[in-house]
């Protein structure tokens, strides 16, 4: 056995060993604010993603359209059948809308939770080791975006802004592990039914809708959306769809399994939903413990909604 | 005069193309979630640590661990760390290893393998993941090392070639 250390090397390597372990205690204390250099080093590497994704997005579009052709044929038919279905829809959603905006002028009420200003982003990148579920996208605080913002696809809700610098924000994707991550939802039912998605089953690959009150009922199939109360999300973005409801762990509440309606792999364009009215700081952490009558620097540490 | 400004633009471009990549990711498979996590650049690495210079690549090591660190992770320190010393691991081995082709690319697989477990540790330990050793097996680790090794079966010999032209070059400024 060759000497595969020197001691000049050995304390090196000892010193190396402390400084990193000091290093990452450091910066997994406060991940949620981007210190300067990070900041510098973020938006220099985002740009150069971006020029790599833009190519790279083309390419998976050609294969997406010569896949969408190959199945034109069958989900034609299938549209065709449900067209008649989506006019009548159509004009009764034409003809709530118009009686919504005359009562909303009758009572005075400006004020919506489900108005939000779209801001639309690329993802650039998706943390590539995926044990935190992440996206990076090129939008960031030049472009308006702040922390604990909605982001939806076409689809359905995927996640909020957990990060942000001058041109790059991040999303954490609520298939995240995070116990923190919560989101006031709504089962759209005859009778509306609150709840809060907590948690994702990894087995099930379904998000974990709790705290419904057991006396209302749920049933498979049922729409959940965003209910816009957690005070940072609009109200109204589609969620998923109710697949099973059991009881809690400690049968006081129930609890349903939601299979989300956006696709969580191959994200491309998204859209981030800045609500109108008012935010509140909606994060339950340190920082409502914090006074807040006295300005300090108050954090959002962005957990939960 | 190529072969040397290739082989840092080789990593850049690999850094980059790992998360398009990671887009794919996670696949359903027989009714599961896998996952696929591409590892290009540490394979990359492992293979410049094996075939051209140790220290050379610990230094880029370093450098794309921080930049990983930075960018996706926001844990500074863990990349920037485990990077060079898997390059260190492999560098070491040269003197013990044949360098045939297959043999390294069997050992830069085993050394992603060492990677994805230390991590998987790791964030057990910091409880960023909950996941138990045999999920973590199928669910993340088998289809990862299969993805990987499709990688390198196509791109092994490519690496191999670049770096041996850059080795043949050294070789020739210093005898002029």
Redesign the interface.
């Known amino acids: 056995m060759p000497q ?1 250390f020197s001691n000049k090397r050995l304390i090196l390597l000892l010193v ?2 402390i ?3 000091a ?2 205690s ?3 204390r406060d ?1 949620q604010n ?1 210190s300067l250099p ?1 900041q510098i ?2 938006d220099t ?2 740009f ?2 971006s020029l ?2 833009k190519p ?1 997005h083309y390419i ?1 579009g050609i294969f997406n359209n010569v896949d969408a052709l190959l199945n034109t044929y069958d989900e034609n038919k299938r549209l065709k059948s449900r067209l008649e279905e989506f006019a009548v829809l159509q004009g009764e959603v034409n003809d709530l809308k118009i009686e919504n905006d005359k009562l909303r002028a009758i009572i005075d009420k400006k004020e919506d939770l489900k108005k939000f200003n779209p801001i639309q982003a690329t ?10 579920e ?1 996206l ?1 996208l090129d939008q960031g605080t030049m472009d308006g975006i702040k922390v604990n913002m909605a982001v939806r696809t076409s689809e359905g809700l995927i996640g909020k802004i957990v ?1 942000t610098t001058p041109y790059t924000s991040e999303v954490e994707l609520l298939t995240t ?1 995070n116990p923190n991550y919560r989101v006031s939802a709504v089962v759209a039912n005859k009778k509306q039914v609150f709840g809060l998605i907590e948690g994702f089953d ?1 087995k099930r ?1 379904e998000l974990i809708l709790k705290r419904i009150d057991s006396s209302l009922k749920v049933k498979k199939g049922d729409k959940v959306m965003t209910s816009g109360l957690g005070g940072i999300f609009p109200k109204g973005i589609l969620i998923g769809e109710v697949t099973k409801v059991t009881t809690d762990d400690y049968g006081l509440t129930k609890l349903a399994y939601v299979k989300p309606a956006a696709n ?5 364009h998204v859209i981030i939903a800045k609500r109108e009215s008012i935010n509140i700081d909606g994060s339950d952490g340190n920082s409502t413990n914090n006074d807040e009558t006295n300005k300090t620097t108050t954090n959002t540490t962005g957990d939960g909604e | 005069m190529m072969a040397r400004f290739l082989i840092p633009l080789v990593a ?2 690999l850094f ?12 359903e498979w027989n009714g599961e ?1 896998v ?1 696929l ?2 590892r290009f650049l540490i394979l990359y690495l492992i293979f410049l640590s094996i075939y051209y210079n140790r220290k050379r690549a610990m230094l880029y090591g370093l450098i794309f661990g921080l ?1 990983y ?10 990349y ?2 485990l990077y060079p010393f898997i390059c260190f691991i492999a560098g ?1 081995t040269v003197k013990y290893i044949h360098q045939h082709l297959f043999v390294t690319t069997t050992l830069s697989l085993l050394l992603v393998a060492l990677l994805e477990i230390i ?1 998987h540790q790791f ?1 057990l330990i ?1 409880s ?4 138990p050793f045999s ?1 973590f097996l199928n669910q ?1 680790l088998i289809p990862t090392m299969i993805a990987n090794s499709i990688f390198l079966i196509m791109l092994g010999w490519t690496f191999r070639y670049l770096i041996q032209a850059r080795v043949l070059q050294k070789a020739n400024q210093s005898i002029l």
């Open positions: 595969f190396g060993v400084f990193l372990v290093l990452i450091f910066s997994l991940r981007a990070e080093i973020k590497v985002g150069g993603q790599v994704s790279a998976t993802v650039i990148a998706r943390n590539p080791d995926q044990w935190e992440k990076i990060q592990n990894g690959n969580f792999s191959m994200l491309d | 850049v471009v980059f193309l790992e998360t398009e990549f990671a887009l794919f990711s996670p696949i979630l996952y996590v591409p930049l660190d930075i960018f996706y992770i926001d844990i500074i320190g863990l920037s760390f070491s991590l964030f910091i960023f993941t909950t996941i999920e993340r």
